[in-house]
């Protein structure tokens, strides 16, 4: 239900979308690329205070059962090979 989402203040445009968990509320998705590139043209940060501010203040940062949670977003080329994912076989 929308109205137990938690936000993280400030991202909006990097919502992906809900993520749906068995037995658990429903919870809001970030695009983590999108949060970094906020924070370095919005907050004037370089890319490597972005991501430690990111990990420490915003990813580490629990406020209960509906924190959101933080996507990673891959090429599925990057990711067939950083799986060793062989598609014959799946």
């Known amino acids: 239900m929308a109205d137990t989402w938690l936000k993280a203040d400030g991202f909006d445009e990097a919502i992906l979308g809900v993520t749906c968990r068995c037995g658990k509320p429903d919870i809001l998705a970030y695009d983590v690329a999108k ?19 990111f990990e420490f203040n915003i990813e580490g940062a629990w406020v209960g059962e509906n924190t959101p949670c933080y996507v990673y977003t891959h090429e599925l080329e990057d990711l067939k090979d950083e799986l060793n994912w062989n598609q014959e076989s799946n």
């Open 35 to 53: 949060i970094l590139d906020i924070l370095v043209t919005r907050d004037g940060m370089t890319r490597e205070e972005a991501v430690e501010y």
